[in-house]
């Protein structure tokens, strides 16, 4: 099976833009998790989705927002981007509906924002 | 609140040698606990984790780590280190906070030496 996938996996964007992550699960998988990985505040949780309902929110402003597909791709959009919101973002998809299912990462896409 | 506090940044050590990474966390509650690997540009593995039961967890690449529940600790260890084990170790904490949410550490970067 082919593994979590994210696209793209670099992007630089300036202040103001906005930006929109894609996030492909493991086949069969039917929940998506995202985070945030900084230097400065490490790993941090924005939101999980499991069949296309946003099941959990971290706290991250109103301008981070996501989505699931009925294929159960996710995205994840940033909009009106600041420099602090350059940073790894993580995504990772889970079989079933517990929570303590394991979660399978992606290898990330690096926000860059100037 | 809730927090994960890994206690060494940075743990050098010679192959062969065995290692422990430490992780204490703050909770009141029942939590679910975790620990991940991150290899240099790529997302995080799960190396093991404690739901309940016994508290001696095993895992992935000969590592594991014992729950203490008195003293609030999930330390990792490996009796012997090889040079591939090199990487970042997040310790992880899941409660039940009007949704699931995972809180994790700042990291402990391993380092393994010939």
């Known amino acids: 099976k082919a593994g979590v996938t994210q696209t793209p996996r670099y992007l630089i964007k300036t202040r103001g833009q906005q930006v929109t992550l894609s996030c492909s699960p493991i086949s069969g998988h039917r929940s998506v998790s995202w985070y945030q990985q900084t230097p400065g505040q490490g790993l941090q949780f924005l939101f999980e989705?499991?069949?296309?309902?946003?099941?959990n929110k971290g706290n991250f402003p109103g301008r981070f927002s996501g989505r699931q597909f009925s294929n159960s791709r996710s995205e994840m959009n940033v909009s009106t981007l600041e420099l602090g919101d350059s940073a790894l973002y993580l995504c990772?998809?889970?079989?079933?509906?517990?929570?303590?299912?394991?979660?399978?990462f992606g290898p990330g896409t690096r926000l860059t924002v100037l | 609140a809730q927090s994960v506090t890994q206690l060494d940044s940075q743990v050098p050590v010679f192959e062969e040698a065995p290692v422990e990474l430490r992780c204490n966390y703050s909770?009141?509650?029942?939590?679910?606990l975790f620990w991940y690997v991150q290899y240099p540009n790529q997302g995080l593995q799960l190396l093991l984790k404690y739901l309940s039961g016994s508290t001696l967890v095993k895992g992935i690449n000969g590592f594991e780590a014992e729950f203490n529940k008195s003293q609030t600790s999930f330390h990792l260890r490996k009796p012997s280190v090889h040079i591939s084990d090199t990487a970042e170790y997040f310790c992880?904490?899941?409660?039940?906070?009007?949704?699931?949410?995972?809180?994790f550490g700042a990291g402990t970067r391993l380092f393994v030496k010939a």
């Open positions: 992880a904490v899941m409660r039940n906070t009007g949704g699931f949410k995972t809180i």
């Open positions: 990772a998809s889970t079989a079933g509906a517990s929570h303590t299912d394991t979660q399978y």
């Open positions: 909770s009141s509650v029942s939590v679910y």
């Open positions: 989705y499991f069949s296309e309902t946003q099941r």
